[in-house]
């Protein structure tokens, strides 16, 4: 079983910038692909960012060029910078691993283990 616990979301201004954190436990990080989903109020849960075991970056069209996915496999921690953040990004943020660590997975059923999740608001 694998444990994930994120950190990072709070309010910031559009325009601004947010680090997300999320830390796994477990010895077989390395080998999992890891993603990022967001939830906005009233609307599905939606593919943001994802990271091969080999390091191979996704990201939907909406992020691209201001979000950047990252992982540290010494510290077990994949990363979600967000740059020029806008309202339309507010949401709660879960991470999620895919224990099979398939390059390019972008739907939810393609994940094994979830986060609860961190609330990034962005004011405009």
């Known amino acids: 079983q694998v444990q994930l616990v994120e950190s990072g979301g709070r309010l910031v201004q559009a325009g601004g910038s947010l680090r997300l954190s999320c830390a796994a436990s477990?010895?077989?990080?390395?080998?999992?692909?890891m993603g990022w989903f967001r939830q906005a109020p009233g609307k599905e849960r939606e593919f943001v960012a994802a990271?091969?075991?080999?390091?191979?970056?996704y990201y939907t069209d909406s992020v691209k060029g201001r979000f950047t996915i990252s992982r540290d496999n010494a510290k077990n921690t994949v990363y979600l910078q967000m740059n020029s953040l806008k309202p339309e990004d507010t949401a709660v943020y879960y991470c999620?691993?895919?224990?099979?660590?398939?390059?390019?997975?972008?739907?939810?059923?393609?994940?094994?283990?979830w986060g609860q999740g961190t609330q990034v608001t962005v004011s405009s």
């Open positions: 999620a691993a895919d224990k099979e660590g398939r390059p390019g997975a972008t739907m939810e059923g393609e994940y094994d283990y």
């Open positions: 477990g010895r077989t990080f390395s080998s999992y692909a």
């Open positions: 990271i091969s075991w080999g390091g191979v970056r």
